[in-house]
Protein backbone atom coordinates (compact mmCIF):
# COMPACT_ATOMS: atom_id res chain seq x y z
CA UNK A 1 0.00 0.00 0.00
CA UNK A 2 2.50 2.13 1.15
CA UNK A 3 4.62 2.30 -2.48
CA UNK A 4 1.09 2.75 -4.52
CA UNK A 5 0.93 5.71 -1.79
CA UNK A 6 3.92 7.10 -3.08
CA UNK A 7 2.76 6.96 -6.67
CA UNK A 8 -0.02 9.34 -6.28
CA UNK A 9 0.33 12.67 -5.98
CA UNK A 10 -1.26 16.26 -6.17
CA UNK A 11 -1.17 19.39 -8.11
CA UNK A 12 -2.09 22.93 -8.42
CA UNK A 13 -3.39 23.85 -12.27
CA UNK A 14 -4.38 27.80 -12.09
CA UNK A 15 -7.67 27.76 -13.97
CA UNK A 16 -8.37 32.11 -12.58
CA UNK A 17 -7.40 34.33 -10.47
CA UNK A 18 -8.81 32.79 -7.33
CA UNK A 19 -9.81 29.45 -8.28
CA UNK A 20 -7.25 26.44 -8.44
CA UNK A 21 -7.80 22.88 -9.42
CA UNK A 22 -6.20 20.60 -7.24
CA UNK A 23 -5.40 17.47 -9.60
CA UNK A 24 -4.86 14.15 -7.71
CA UNK A 25 -2.55 12.13 -10.37
CA UNK A 26 -2.79 8.28 -10.17
CA UNK A 27 -0.51 6.76 -13.25
CA UNK A 28 -1.68 3.17 -12.40
CA UNK A 29 -4.87 1.96 -11.79
CA UNK A 30 -6.85 2.82 -9.17
CA UNK A 31 -9.46 0.24 -8.42
CA UNK A 32 -10.40 -2.42 -10.41
CA UNK A 33 -14.25 -1.34 -11.25
CA UNK A 34 -15.19 -1.88 -15.15
CA UNK A 35 -15.02 1.80 -15.96
CA UNK A 36 -10.75 1.66 -15.29
CA UNK A 37 -10.45 -1.03 -17.60
CA UNK A 38 -8.34 0.41 -20.24
CA UNK A 39 -5.94 1.09 -17.19
CA UNK A 40 -4.67 4.43 -17.97
CA UNK A 41 -4.44 5.51 -14.39
CA UNK A 42 -7.09 8.00 -13.63
CA UNK A 43 -7.09 11.59 -11.67
CA UNK A 44 -9.58 13.29 -9.06
CA UNK A 45 -10.05 17.03 -10.27
CA UNK A 46 -11.68 19.23 -7.49
CA UNK A 47 -12.03 23.27 -7.29
CA UNK A 48 -11.27 25.36 -5.31
CA UNK A 49 -12.18 29.32 -4.79
CA UNK A 50 -9.82 31.33 -2.39
CA UNK A 51 -11.04 34.20 -0.70
CA UNK A 52 -9.18 36.69 -2.34
CA UNK A 53 -9.21 39.55 -4.53
CA UNK A 54 -7.76 40.71 -7.93
CA UNK A 55 -4.12 41.78 -6.27
CA UNK A 56 -4.07 38.13 -4.65
CA UNK A 57 -5.36 39.40 -0.93
CA UNK A 58 -6.95 37.72 1.50
CA UNK A 59 -10.70 38.90 1.76
CA UNK A 60 -11.71 39.94 5.58
CA UNK A 61 -13.15 36.08 6.92
CA UNK A 62 -15.14 35.12 3.78
CA UNK A 63 -14.90 31.56 3.40
CA UNK A 64 -13.02 29.08 0.83
CA UNK A 65 -15.12 26.73 -1.64
CA UNK A 66 -13.86 23.37 -2.68
CA UNK A 67 -16.34 21.67 -5.16
CA UNK A 68 -16.07 18.27 -5.54
CA UNK A 69 -13.59 16.73 -3.14
CA UNK A 70 -11.75 13.51 -4.17
CA UNK A 71 -11.70 10.25 -2.16
CA UNK A 72 -9.32 8.87 0.45
CA UNK A 73 -7.29 7.23 -2.00
CA UNK A 74 -5.32 10.64 -2.26
CA UNK A 75 -5.68 11.58 1.79
CA UNK A 76 -2.44 12.31 2.54
CA UNK A 77 -0.58 14.24 -0.68
CA UNK A 78 -4.16 16.87 -1.37
CA UNK A 79 -4.21 17.35 2.50
CA UNK A 80 -1.01 18.56 2.60
CA UNK A 81 -2.00 20.95 -0.86
CA UNK A 82 -5.45 21.86 0.59
CA UNK A 83 -3.75 23.44 4.10
CA UNK A 84 -1.10 25.33 1.74
CA UNK A 85 -3.44 26.77 0.42
CA UNK A 86 -6.56 27.30 3.04
CA UNK A 87 -5.53 27.96 7.04
CA UNK A 88 -7.42 25.82 9.33
CA UNK A 89 -8.91 28.88 10.78
CA UNK A 90 -10.40 29.56 7.89
CA UNK A 91 -14.11 28.37 6.88
CA UNK A 92 -14.33 25.67 4.20
CA UNK A 93 -17.12 25.22 2.87
CA UNK A 94 -17.25 21.66 0.67
CA UNK A 95 -20.20 20.92 -2.37
CA UNK A 96 -20.69 17.26 -1.99
CA UNK A 97 -21.58 15.71 -5.17
CA UNK A 98 -20.67 11.96 -5.21
CA UNK A 99 -21.23 10.66 -1.76
CA UNK A 100 -19.67 6.99 -0.84
CA UNK A 101 -17.21 5.78 2.08
CA UNK A 102 -14.15 6.38 0.53
CA UNK A 103 -15.23 10.23 0.13
CA UNK A 104 -16.87 10.71 3.66
CA UNK A 105 -13.39 8.87 4.98
CA UNK A 106 -11.40 12.37 3.37
CA UNK A 107 -14.49 14.16 4.53
CA UNK A 108 -13.55 13.05 8.52
CA UNK A 109 -10.06 14.40 7.61
CA UNK A 110 -11.44 17.74 6.45
CA UNK A 111 -13.57 17.71 9.81
CA UNK A 112 -10.23 17.11 12.12
CA UNK A 113 -8.55 19.91 10.37
CA UNK A 114 -11.16 22.69 9.75
CA UNK A 115 -13.36 23.74 12.57
CA UNK A 116 -15.05 25.52 10.27
CA UNK A 117 -16.22 23.29 7.57
CA UNK A 118 -19.88 23.51 5.84
CA UNK A 119 -20.80 20.80 3.89
CA UNK A 120 -23.30 21.52 0.53
CA UNK A 121 -25.05 18.80 -0.44
CA UNK A 122 -28.24 17.77 -2.57
CA UNK A 123 -31.20 16.34 -0.71
CA UNK A 124 -30.15 12.39 -1.65
CA UNK A 125 -26.59 13.41 -0.83
CA UNK A 126 -27.32 14.66 2.07
CA UNK A 127 -29.06 11.53 3.28
CA UNK A 128 -26.64 9.55 2.39
CA UNK A 129 -23.68 11.67 4.66
CA UNK A 130 -26.30 11.47 7.27
CA UNK A 131 -26.66 7.37 6.91
CA UNK A 132 -23.21 6.99 6.55
CA UNK A 133 -20.96 9.24 8.29
CA UNK A 134 -20.99 7.30 11.74
CA UNK A 135 -20.75 4.10 9.73
CA UNK A 136 -17.09 2.40 9.74
CA UNK A 137 -15.52 -0.89 9.24
CA UNK A 138 -14.86 -3.01 12.31
CA UNK A 139 -11.43 -3.13 13.36
CA UNK A 140 -9.45 -6.36 12.85
CA UNK A 141 -8.42 -8.12 15.79
CA UNK A 142 -4.65 -6.83 17.09
CA UNK A 143 -4.96 -3.47 15.45
CA UNK A 144 -5.12 -0.61 17.18
CA UNK A 145 -8.81 1.40 17.06
CA UNK A 146 -8.94 4.28 15.06
CA UNK A 147 -9.34 8.01 15.95
CA UNK A 148 -13.34 8.61 17.09
CA UNK A 149 -14.58 9.84 14.36
CA UNK A 150 -15.76 14.01 13.95
CA UNK A 151 -18.76 15.15 14.18
CA UNK A 152 -21.41 15.68 11.32
CA UNK A 153 -20.43 19.40 10.31
CA UNK A 154 -23.19 21.66 9.12
CA UNK A 155 -25.22 20.44 5.91
CA UNK A 156 -26.67 22.86 3.61
CA UNK A 157 -29.15 20.86 1.17
CA UNK A 158 -29.51 21.72 -2.06
CA UNK A 159 -33.06 21.34 -3.41
CA UNK A 160 -32.75 21.43 -7.06
CA UNK A 161 -30.64 24.27 -7.64
CA UNK A 162 -29.09 27.13 -5.85
CA UNK A 163 -26.78 29.99 -6.25
CA UNK A 164 -23.52 30.75 -4.60
CA UNK A 165 -22.51 34.73 -4.27
CA UNK A 166 -18.58 35.12 -3.54
CA UNK A 167 -17.07 37.99 -2.52
CA UNK A 168 -14.29 37.76 -5.14
CA UNK A 169 -16.57 38.57 -7.72
CA UNK A 170 -17.65 34.74 -8.61
CA UNK A 171 -21.78 33.01 -9.12
CA UNK A 172 -21.58 29.69 -8.65
CA UNK A 173 -24.70 27.83 -9.83
CA UNK A 174 -25.38 24.34 -8.06
CA UNK A 175 -27.55 21.71 -9.94
CA UNK A 176 -29.16 18.64 -9.14
CA UNK A 177 -28.32 15.82 -11.53
CA UNK A 178 -29.46 12.42 -9.90
CA UNK A 179 -28.87 9.62 -11.42
CA UNK A 180 -29.56 5.56 -10.30
CA UNK A 181 -25.60 5.31 -9.85
CA UNK A 182 -24.90 8.58 -8.64
CA UNK A 183 -28.54 9.92 -7.01
CA UNK A 184 -26.76 12.63 -5.16
CA UNK A 185 -24.98 14.61 -7.97
CA UNK A 186 -24.44 17.97 -8.32
CA UNK A 187 -22.92 20.05 -11.06
CA UNK A 188 -21.48 23.29 -10.49
CA UNK A 189 -21.47 25.75 -13.26
CA UNK A 190 -19.52 29.58 -12.64
CA UNK A 191 -21.33 32.01 -14.14
CA UNK A 192 -19.04 34.50 -15.35
CA UNK A 193 -16.03 32.13 -16.55
CA UNK A 194 -18.73 29.58 -17.97
CA UNK A 195 -17.04 26.80 -16.68
CA UNK A 196 -18.76 23.46 -15.95
CA UNK A 197 -18.00 21.28 -12.86
CA UNK A 198 -19.90 18.58 -13.91
CA UNK A 199 -17.82 15.43 -11.34
CA UNK A 200 -19.03 12.70 -13.00
CA UNK A 201 -20.57 13.27 -16.49
CA UNK A 202 -17.96 13.89 -19.09
CA UNK A 203 -15.19 11.87 -17.28
CA UNK A 204 -12.27 9.48 -18.28
CA UNK A 205 -9.67 7.97 -16.23
CA UNK A 206 -6.41 8.64 -17.86
CA UNK A 207 -3.66 10.40 -16.14
CA UNK A 208 -2.91 13.50 -17.15
CA UNK A 209 -1.28 17.22 -16.23
CA UNK A 210 -2.49 18.92 -18.54
CA UNK A 211 -5.57 21.16 -17.95
CA UNK A 212 -7.39 20.43 -20.65
CA UNK A 213 -7.58 17.94 -23.67
CA UNK A 214 -5.32 18.60 -26.94
CA UNK A 215 -7.89 17.96 -28.85
CA UNK A 216 -11.18 15.85 -29.33
CA UNK A 217 -9.61 12.63 -30.80
CA UNK A 218 -7.15 12.38 -27.91
CA UNK A 219 -9.48 11.41 -25.26
CA UNK A 220 -12.81 10.21 -27.10
CA UNK A 221 -11.81 6.21 -26.60
CA UNK A 222 -11.41 7.06 -23.10
CA UNK A 223 -14.78 9.02 -22.69
CA UNK A 224 -16.81 6.91 -24.55
CA UNK A 225 -15.52 4.18 -22.34
CA UNK A 226 -16.88 5.85 -19.30
CA UNK A 227 -19.98 6.49 -20.97
CA UNK A 228 -20.39 2.59 -22.10
CA UNK A 229 -19.21 1.18 -18.41
CA UNK A 230 -21.65 3.69 -16.21
CA UNK A 231 -23.95 5.73 -17.95
CA UNK A 232 -25.32 3.83 -20.77
CA UNK A 233 -27.67 1.59 -18.40
CA UNK A 234 -28.77 5.58 -17.78
CA UNK A 235 -29.56 7.43 -20.94
CA UNK A 236 -32.47 8.23 -20.23
CA UNK A 237 -32.02 10.20 -16.96
CA UNK A 238 -28.43 11.36 -18.94
CA UNK A 239 -30.43 12.37 -21.57
CA UNK A 240 -32.26 14.70 -19.24
CA UNK A 241 -29.58 16.50 -17.25
CA UNK A 242 -28.27 16.97 -20.74
CA UNK A 243 -31.45 18.96 -21.53
CA UNK A 244 -30.56 21.17 -18.39
CA UNK A 245 -27.01 21.82 -19.69
CA UNK A 246 -29.00 23.34 -22.75
CA UNK A 247 -29.65 26.28 -21.00
CA UNK A 248 -26.36 27.13 -19.76
CA UNK A 249 -23.84 29.56 -21.14
CA UNK A 250 -21.02 26.89 -21.20
CA UNK A 251 -17.38 28.11 -22.44
CA UNK A 252 -15.08 25.04 -20.84
CA UNK A 253 -16.05 21.54 -18.89
CA UNK A 254 -14.12 20.31 -16.36
CA UNK A 255 -15.25 16.31 -15.56
CA UNK A 256 -14.42 15.02 -12.05
CA UNK A 257 -11.87 12.91 -14.00
CA UNK A 258 -9.36 13.39 -16.74
CA UNK A 259 -8.80 16.53 -18.48
CA UNK A 260 -11.04 19.77 -19.13
CA UNK A 261 -13.01 20.54 -22.33
CA UNK A 262 -12.19 23.52 -23.24
CA UNK A 263 -12.46 23.43 -27.35
CA UNK A 264 -14.93 20.72 -27.98
CA UNK A 265 -17.20 20.18 -25.73
CA UNK A 266 -20.31 20.69 -27.82
CA UNK A 267 -19.21 18.04 -29.94
CA UNK A 268 -18.75 15.84 -26.64
CA UNK A 269 -22.38 16.77 -25.55
CA UNK A 270 -23.82 15.77 -29.10
CA UNK A 271 -21.82 12.18 -28.59
CA UNK A 272 -23.73 12.15 -25.58
CA UNK A 273 -26.89 11.76 -27.20
CA UNK A 274 -25.85 10.08 -29.84
CA UNK A 275 -24.15 7.68 -27.68
CA UNK A 276 -27.68 7.38 -25.75
CA UNK A 277 -30.05 6.94 -28.75
CA UNK A 278 -28.30 3.56 -30.07
CA UNK A 279 -29.31 2.40 -26.53
CA UNK A 280 -33.26 3.81 -27.10
CA UNK A 281 -33.54 1.88 -30.10
CA UNK A 282 -33.79 -1.29 -28.79
CA UNK A 283 -36.83 -3.24 -28.65
CA UNK A 284 -34.95 -5.43 -25.56
CA UNK A 285 -34.49 -4.44 -22.30
CA UNK A 286 -33.00 -5.82 -19.05
CA UNK A 287 -34.81 -4.07 -15.28
CA UNK A 288 -31.31 -3.50 -12.98
CA UNK A 289 -32.55 -3.18 -9.58
CA UNK A 290 -29.88 -2.59 -7.00
CA UNK A 291 -28.88 -0.83 -3.85
CA UNK A 292 -25.16 -0.58 -2.57
CA UNK A 293 -23.96 0.69 0.82
CA UNK A 294 -20.50 0.67 0.12
CA UNK A 295 -20.37 0.66 -3.57
CA UNK A 296 -19.28 -2.70 -3.88
CA UNK A 297 -23.01 -4.15 -4.96
CA UNK A 298 -22.91 -1.27 -7.50
CA UNK A 299 -19.63 -2.25 -9.16
CA UNK A 300 -21.19 -5.37 -9.85
CA UNK A 301 -24.34 -3.98 -11.50
CA UNK A 302 -22.01 -1.67 -13.58
CA UNK A 303 -20.07 -5.38 -14.74
CA UNK A 304 -23.20 -6.79 -15.83
CA UNK A 305 -24.63 -3.52 -17.47
CA UNK A 306 -21.27 -3.52 -19.61
CA UNK A 307 -21.78 -6.80 -20.79
CA UNK A 308 -25.70 -6.53 -21.55
CA UNK A 309 -25.24 -3.08 -23.47
CA UNK A 310 -22.70 -4.82 -25.62
CA UNK A 311 -25.38 -7.36 -27.01
CA UNK A 312 -27.47 -3.78 -27.80
CA UNK A 313 -29.79 -4.63 -25.41
CA UNK A 314 -30.43 -1.64 -23.35
CA UNK A 315 -30.32 -1.91 -19.62
CA UNK A 316 -32.93 0.40 -17.48
CA UNK A 317 -31.13 1.09 -13.85
CA UNK A 318 -32.94 1.24 -10.90
CA UNK A 319 -31.46 2.61 -7.85
CA UNK A 320 -34.30 0.96 -5.14
CA UNK A 321 -32.85 3.51 -2.45
CA UNK A 322 -34.27 7.05 -4.31
CA UNK A 323 -36.62 5.13 -7.27
CA UNK A 324 -40.04 6.52 -6.81
CA UNK A 325 -42.73 3.01 -6.28
CA UNK A 326 -44.51 3.94 -9.74
CA UNK A 327 -40.70 4.38 -11.57
CA UNK A 328 -40.18 1.03 -9.97
CA UNK A 329 -43.48 -0.57 -11.07
CA UNK A 330 -43.23 0.62 -14.46
CA UNK A 331 -39.81 -0.84 -15.09
CA UNK A 332 -39.87 -4.14 -13.52
CA UNK A 333 -43.84 -4.78 -15.55
CA UNK A 334 -41.78 -3.24 -19.15
CA UNK A 335 -38.56 -5.30 -19.21
CA UNK A 336 -37.76 -8.48 -20.75
CA UNK A 337 -35.68 -9.87 -17.67
CA UNK A 338 -34.76 -8.28 -14.18
CA UNK A 339 -31.57 -8.52 -12.04
CA UNK A 340 -31.73 -7.52 -9.23
CA UNK A 341 -28.48 -6.76 -6.44
CA UNK A 342 -28.43 -6.49 -2.37
CA UNK A 343 -25.69 -5.87 -0.23
CA UNK A 344 -26.06 -7.76 3.31
CA UNK A 345 -26.06 -5.08 6.02
CA UNK A 346 -25.87 -6.54 9.41
CA UNK A 347 -27.42 -9.75 8.35
CA UNK A 348 -30.34 -8.42 6.35
CA UNK A 349 -30.83 -6.89 2.93
CA UNK A 350 -32.10 -3.30 3.29
CA UNK A 351 -35.43 -1.85 3.63
CA UNK A 352 -35.43 -0.41 0.05
CA UNK A 353 -34.48 -4.23 -1.83
CA UNK A 354 -37.21 -5.63 0.58
CA UNK A 355 -39.76 -3.58 -0.80
CA UNK A 356 -38.75 -3.86 -4.61
CA UNK A 357 -38.72 -7.76 -4.13
CA UNK A 358 -42.05 -7.25 -2.79
CA UNK A 359 -43.25 -5.96 -6.02
CA UNK A 360 -41.57 -8.28 -7.71
CA UNK A 361 -43.11 -11.00 -6.50
CA UNK A 362 -46.85 -9.22 -6.95
CA UNK A 363 -45.99 -7.72 -10.36
CA UNK A 364 -43.39 -9.69 -12.43
CA UNK A 365 -43.79 -11.49 -15.50
CA UNK A 366 -42.52 -15.33 -14.64
CA UNK A 367 -42.42 -16.16 -18.05
CA UNK A 368 -39.52 -13.58 -17.98
CA UNK A 369 -35.21 -14.64 -16.84
CA UNK A 370 -33.96 -13.06 -13.63
CA UNK A 371 -30.69 -12.85 -11.71
CA UNK A 372 -29.69 -11.99 -8.32
CA UNK A 373 -26.35 -10.70 -7.45
CA UNK A 374 -24.61 -9.18 -4.58
CA UNK A 375 -21.85 -8.18 -2.09
CA UNK A 376 -21.12 -9.15 1.47
CA UNK A 377 -18.49 -9.30 4.17
CA UNK A 378 -18.98 -11.91 6.60
CA UNK A 379 -22.15 -13.51 4.93
CA UNK A 380 -24.75 -13.58 1.99
CA UNK A 381 -28.10 -13.48 3.50
CA UNK A 382 -29.69 -11.38 1.14
CA UNK A 383 -28.85 -13.13 -1.88
CA UNK A 384 -30.21 -15.49 0.26
CA UNK A 385 -32.94 -14.06 0.45
CA UNK A 386 -33.59 -12.74 -3.05
CA UNK A 387 -33.15 -15.79 -4.05
CA UNK A 388 -35.53 -18.12 -2.47
CA UNK A 389 -38.19 -16.03 -2.84
CA UNK A 390 -38.05 -15.75 -6.62
CA UNK A 391 -37.48 -19.76 -6.74
CA UNK A 392 -40.24 -20.04 -4.45
CA UNK A 393 -42.14 -17.32 -6.56
CA UNK A 394 -41.51 -19.41 -9.73
CA UNK A 395 -39.14 -17.34 -11.67
CA UNK A 396 -36.74 -18.61 -14.16
CA UNK A 397 -33.08 -17.99 -13.19
CA UNK A 398 -30.88 -16.93 -16.00
CA UNK A 399 -28.02 -17.60 -14.36
CA UNK A 400 -26.65 -18.60 -10.71
CA UNK A 401 -26.07 -16.15 -7.75
CA UNK A 402 -23.60 -13.86 -7.67
CA UNK A 403 -22.07 -13.17 -4.41
CA UNK A 404 -18.95 -11.73 -4.61
CA UNK A 405 -17.39 -11.36 -1.08
CA UNK A 406 -15.97 -7.52 -0.61
CA UNK A 407 -15.06 -5.79 -4.03
CA UNK A 408 -15.11 -7.34 -7.40
CA UNK A 409 -11.31 -8.32 -9.13
CA UNK A 410 -10.40 -7.92 -12.13
CA UNK A 411 -11.41 -11.47 -13.21
CA UNK A 412 -14.81 -11.28 -11.50
CA UNK A 413 -15.61 -8.22 -13.71
CA UNK A 414 -14.62 -10.20 -16.87
CA UNK A 415 -17.00 -12.87 -15.93
CA UNK A 416 -19.63 -10.51 -14.92
CA UNK A 417 -19.55 -8.87 -18.45
CA UNK A 418 -19.32 -12.16 -19.89
CA UNK A 419 -22.23 -13.45 -17.80
CA UNK A 420 -24.02 -10.23 -18.66
CA UNK A 421 -23.53 -10.85 -22.50
CA UNK A 422 -24.37 -14.22 -22.57
CA UNK A 423 -28.33 -12.85 -20.93
CA UNK A 424 -28.32 -10.67 -23.45
CA UNK A 425 -27.47 -13.14 -26.36
CA UNK A 426 -30.72 -15.49 -25.02
CA UNK A 427 -33.13 -12.38 -24.71
CA UNK A 428 -31.75 -11.84 -28.57
CA UNK A 429 -31.95 -15.45 -29.51
CA UNK A 430 -35.04 -15.83 -28.11
CA UNK A 431 -36.93 -12.26 -30.17
CA UNK A 432 -35.53 -14.23 -33.19
CA UNK A 433 -37.25 -17.19 -32.75
CA UNK A 434 -40.48 -15.25 -31.80
CA UNK A 435 -39.95 -13.71 -34.87
CA UNK A 436 -39.90 -16.41 -37.23
CA UNK A 437 -42.85 -18.09 -35.56
CA UNK A 438 -44.68 -15.30 -36.08
CA UNK A 439 -43.71 -14.68 -39.62
CA UNK A 440 -43.89 -18.69 -40.94
CA UNK A 441 -45.90 -17.90 -44.05
CA UNK A 442 -42.86 -19.65 -45.71
CA UNK A 443 -40.30 -18.53 -47.97
CA UNK A 444 -36.83 -17.23 -47.01
CA UNK A 445 -36.57 -13.85 -45.00
CA UNK A 446 -35.44 -11.02 -46.67
CA UNK A 447 -32.04 -10.46 -45.81
CA UNK A 448 -31.44 -13.57 -47.09
CA UNK A 449 -32.81 -13.50 -50.39
CA UNK A 450 -31.79 -9.75 -50.93
CA UNK A 451 -28.85 -9.89 -54.05
CA UNK A 452 -26.99 -7.13 -52.29
CA UNK A 453 -26.43 -9.36 -49.35
CA UNK A 454 -26.25 -13.09 -51.50
CA UNK A 455 -23.24 -10.75 -53.18
CA UNK A 456 -21.92 -9.34 -49.87
CA UNK A 457 -21.62 -13.30 -49.10
CA UNK A 458 -19.16 -13.65 -51.49
CA UNK A 459 -16.63 -11.39 -49.76
CA UNK A 460 -14.38 -13.84 -47.65
CA UNK A 461 -11.26 -13.55 -45.57
CA UNK A 462 -8.46 -15.58 -43.92
CA UNK A 463 -9.52 -18.08 -41.20
CA UNK A 464 -7.57 -16.80 -38.11
CA UNK A 465 -7.26 -17.55 -34.34
CA UNK A 466 -7.03 -13.96 -32.67
CA UNK A 467 -5.80 -14.57 -28.95
CA UNK A 468 -4.67 -12.08 -26.53
CA UNK A 469 -2.95 -11.86 -22.74
CA UNK A 470 -3.05 -8.95 -20.84
CA UNK A 471 -1.63 -8.28 -17.61
CA UNK A 472 -0.09 -10.21 -15.03
CA UNK A 473 -0.69 -12.70 -12.01
CA UNK A 474 -3.70 -12.65 -10.44
CA UNK A 475 -5.25 -10.14 -12.24
CA UNK A 476 -3.80 -11.45 -15.87
CA UNK A 477 -7.12 -11.51 -18.25
CA UNK A 478 -7.31 -13.47 -21.81
CA UNK A 479 -9.35 -14.11 -24.44
CA UNK A 480 -9.53 -15.32 -27.66
CA UNK A 481 -12.10 -15.68 -30.76
CA UNK A 482 -11.87 -17.20 -34.51
CA UNK A 483 -11.50 -14.45 -36.77
CA UNK A 484 -12.85 -14.34 -40.70
CA UNK A 485 -13.03 -10.70 -41.13
CA UNK A 486 -9.37 -9.63 -41.51
CA UNK A 487 -7.67 -7.50 -44.34
CA UNK A 488 -4.26 -6.30 -44.63
CA UNK A 489 -4.24 -2.56 -44.08
CA UNK A 490 -1.07 -0.80 -44.70
CA UNK A 491 2.28 -1.44 -46.13
CA UNK A 492 4.30 1.09 -44.10
CA UNK A 493 4.23 0.88 -41.13
CA UNK A 494 2.57 -3.09 -41.74
CA UNK A 495 -0.80 -3.20 -40.52
CA UNK A 496 -4.07 -4.94 -40.72
CA UNK A 497 -7.75 -4.82 -39.41
CA UNK A 498 -9.91 -7.41 -37.77
CA UNK A 499 -13.64 -6.73 -37.42
CA UNK A 500 -14.90 -7.79 -33.89
CA UNK A 501 -18.46 -8.20 -33.20
CA UNK A 502 -19.02 -5.56 -29.89
CA UNK A 503 -21.00 -8.87 -28.05
CA UNK A 504 -17.86 -10.47 -28.14
CA UNK A 505 -15.83 -11.33 -24.83
CA UNK A 506 -12.47 -10.23 -25.98
CA UNK A 507 -13.33 -7.07 -27.34
CA UNK A 508 -12.66 -5.43 -23.88
CA UNK A 509 -9.24 -6.51 -24.28
CA UNK A 510 -8.87 -4.84 -27.72
CA UNK A 511 -8.17 -1.12 -26.84
CA UNK A 512 -5.65 1.18 -28.02
CA UNK A 513 -2.74 0.43 -26.72
CA UNK A 514 -3.60 -3.28 -26.17
CA UNK A 515 -1.99 -6.54 -27.68
CA UNK A 516 -2.92 -9.74 -29.31
CA UNK A 517 -1.57 -12.36 -31.91
CA UNK A 518 -3.62 -12.96 -34.90
CA UNK A 519 -2.67 -17.05 -35.86
CA UNK A 520 -3.45 -17.38 -39.58
CA UNK A 521 -4.78 -21.32 -40.21
CA UNK A 522 -4.04 -23.95 -42.62
CA UNK A 523 -6.11 -25.69 -45.22
CA UNK A 524 -6.98 -28.78 -44.06
CA UNK A 525 -5.79 -28.59 -40.68
CA UNK A 526 -8.44 -26.22 -39.57
CA UNK A 527 -10.97 -27.73 -38.03
CA UNK A 528 -9.40 -28.40 -34.70
CA UNK A 529 -8.66 -24.76 -33.70
CA UNK A 530 -12.56 -24.30 -34.88
CA UNK A 531 -13.83 -26.98 -32.79
CA UNK A 532 -12.09 -25.22 -29.80
CA UNK A 533 -12.59 -21.50 -30.26
CA UNK A 534 -15.87 -22.12 -31.50
CA UNK A 535 -17.73 -23.75 -28.83
CA UNK A 536 -19.88 -22.03 -26.00
CA UNK A 537 -17.64 -20.87 -23.07
CA UNK A 538 -19.30 -20.43 -19.56
CA UNK A 539 -18.60 -16.62 -18.22
CA UNK A 540 -15.18 -16.18 -16.97
CA UNK A 541 -13.80 -20.03 -18.44
CA UNK A 542 -10.51 -20.10 -19.90
CA UNK A 543 -10.51 -20.19 -23.67
CA UNK A 544 -6.74 -21.85 -23.78
CA UNK A 545 -7.28 -24.60 -21.33
CA UNK A 546 -5.67 -28.09 -22.50
CA UNK A 547 -3.59 -26.26 -24.99
CA UNK A 548 -0.36 -26.76 -25.67
CA UNK A 549 0.85 -22.82 -26.51
CA UNK A 550 3.82 -20.74 -27.18
CA UNK A 551 4.32 -17.18 -26.75
CA UNK A 552 5.26 -14.53 -29.13
CA UNK A 553 8.30 -11.73 -28.36
CA UNK A 554 4.80 -9.22 -27.61
CA UNK A 555 3.72 -11.97 -25.06
CA UNK A 556 0.84 -13.68 -26.59
CA UNK A 557 -0.54 -16.57 -27.23
CA UNK A 558 0.64 -18.79 -30.24
CA UNK A 559 -1.04 -21.91 -31.50
CA UNK A 560 1.87 -24.25 -32.71
CA UNK A 561 -0.70 -25.92 -35.46
CA UNK A 562 -1.05 -22.51 -37.24
CA UNK A 563 0.30 -21.52 -40.60
CA UNK A 564 1.62 -18.73 -39.68
CA UNK A 565 1.14 -15.78 -36.85
CA UNK A 566 1.56 -11.97 -35.98
CA UNK A 567 2.45 -10.30 -32.95
CA UNK A 568 0.27 -6.74 -33.33
CA UNK A 569 -0.77 -4.02 -31.09
CA UNK A 570 -4.04 -2.18 -31.38
CA UNK A 571 -3.56 1.67 -32.66
CA UNK A 572 -7.25 2.66 -33.74
CA UNK A 573 -10.76 1.44 -33.40
CA UNK A 574 -13.98 2.54 -35.73
CA UNK A 575 -16.85 1.83 -34.36
CA UNK A 576 -18.93 -0.16 -37.96
CA UNK A 577 -22.62 -0.77 -36.60
CA UNK A 578 -22.39 -3.81 -34.60
CA UNK A 579 -18.99 -4.41 -34.74
CA UNK A 580 -15.54 -2.73 -33.65
CA UNK A 581 -13.19 -1.97 -36.71
CA UNK A 582 -9.90 -2.45 -35.14
CA UNK A 583 -6.38 -1.34 -37.08
CA UNK A 584 -3.43 -2.90 -35.54
CA UNK A 585 0.02 -2.80 -36.36
CA UNK A 586 2.22 -5.67 -36.51
CA UNK A 587 5.34 -5.68 -34.84
CA UNK A 588 6.74 -9.10 -35.75
CA UNK A 589 5.42 -12.55 -37.12
CA UNK A 590 6.67 -16.25 -38.06
CA UNK A 591 5.77 -18.19 -41.15
CA UNK A 592 5.75 -21.90 -39.91
CA UNK A 593 4.70 -23.36 -42.77
CA UNK A 594 5.35 -22.61 -45.96
CA UNK A 595 4.17 -25.03 -48.02
CA UNK A 596 0.66 -24.85 -46.59
CA UNK A 597 -1.89 -22.99 -48.10
CA UNK A 598 -4.51 -20.36 -46.15
CA UNK A 599 -7.68 -21.53 -45.18
CA UNK A 600 -10.69 -19.44 -46.32
CA UNK A 601 -14.36 -19.07 -45.10
CA UNK A 602 -16.75 -19.39 -47.60
CA UNK A 603 -19.96 -17.88 -47.09
CA UNK A 604 -23.74 -18.06 -48.34
CA UNK A 605 -25.21 -14.52 -47.24
CA UNK A 606 -23.44 -11.26 -45.86
CA UNK A 607 -26.11 -11.44 -43.17
CA UNK A 608 -23.95 -14.10 -40.95
CA UNK A 609 -20.67 -15.09 -40.45
Not at 301 to 309: M, P
Not at 451 to 480: D, F, N, W, Y
Request: proline share 7%; hydrophobic share 40%.
Amino acid sequence: MASATAERQVIQLPVEPGLVCLRCLSPKRLRFEVEYGLERGTTANSFLFLPRNGEGEQIGSAAALLVHPPGASFAEPYLEQLAALVPSSTELQVVVSHVNPNRIALLHELARRWDKLRLIASNPGAKLLQDLWAQRKPTPAGEAEPPALPPLPPLTVVRGEDSIERPDGYTINLLSAPTPRWPGALMAFEETTGLLMSGKFFSAHLCSQDWAEANRSSTEEDRRYFYDCLMAPMARQVEAVLNRLDELSIRCIAPGHGPAIAESWRSLLVDYRRWGESQERSSLSVALLFASAYGNTAAIADALAQGVSRTGVRVESVNCEFTPAEKLLETIRSCDALLIGSPTLGGHAPTPIVSALGTVLAEGDRSKPVGVFGSFGWSGEAIDLLESKLRDGGFTFAFEPIRVKFSPDASTIKTLEETGTGLGRSLITAQRKAQRRSASSGGLSESRSNPAVLALGRVIGSLCVLTTRKGSGESQLSGAMVASWVSQASFTPPGLTVAVAKDRAVEALLHVGDSFALNVLASGRESGPMKQFLQPFAPGADRFAGLDLEESPGGQPILPDALAWLDCSVKQRMECGDHWLIYAQVGSGALLDGEATTAVHQRRSGANY
